[in-house]
């Protein structure tokens, strides 16, 4: 397989390389962030956002999609749940309620905090990305109280792509008062492979 990943340092990129290490598949990656919004780029991702990838010369884009389709393609190390069993509706349930509930609030305080050029920016609305955000890691710290990891209580890419914007959350000190969340990551970090920044 011919993997090209476009990434960019501890962005969202960050969860396909994560995912590559640990599947062990060989890829070539191109860390440049004068591609962002260039022909080149865009021709595999809409917008000429990073992650993007060239899979066998196929484009993909979206983070979670390419973790998955890593994933699928090395079966022997088991990192995600076959699909179609209870555990793959599981793995989408989790990942789908990271986006929608945890971090689409966090990009929406980046957005407004640096993103954007000043005069762009609703910093109003911050405050409220904070309490919108700890509703859906109350959730999660609740069910990380009694569950080591999210599917089949064992490490997988579901982990990966969550694990990510609940360490992205940390350095925004939004998960300080969350000991589950907190013991959670500390797991994270203790693998091999983990790419998550302290």
């Known amino acids: 397989m011919d993997i090209t990943l476009y990434e960019m340092g501890t962005s969202r990129s960050l969860r396909c390389r994560w995912t590559l290490k640990e599947t062990g598949l060989e890829y ?64 989408n349930q989790w990942v789908l309620f990271n986006f929608t509930e945890l971090e689409a609030w966090l990009w929406s305080t980046a957005v407004n905090s ?37 599917v089949e209580n064992r490490f997988t890419v579901t982990d990966i792509i969550i694990g990510y914007t609940l360490n992205w959350a940390r350095r925004m000190e939004l998960v300080k008062d969350y000991k589950s969340i907190n013991l959670y990551l500390e797991r994270l970090f203790l693998r091999e492979h983990c790419e998550l920044p302290r």
């Open 28 to 91: 070539k990656s191109i860390d440049d962030r004068s591609l962002l919004r260039s022909n080149e780029l865009k021709k595999i991702h809409p917008l000429g956002k990073m992650p993007a990838a060239l899979i066998d010369g196929r484009p993909l884009f979206e983070s979670s999609a390419i973790c998955d389709y890593i994933a699928d393609q090395a079966k022997e190390v088991n990192l995600i749940a076959k699909t179609g069993t209870w555990s793959r509706a599981l793995h």
């Open 114 to 150: 640096f993103v954007l050029p000043e005069d762009e920016r609703i910093p109003d609305c911050i405050p409220q990305n904070a309490k919108m955000f700890k509703k859906g890691a109350s959730s999660i710290d609740q069910y990380l109280a009694n569950n080591d990891y999210f």
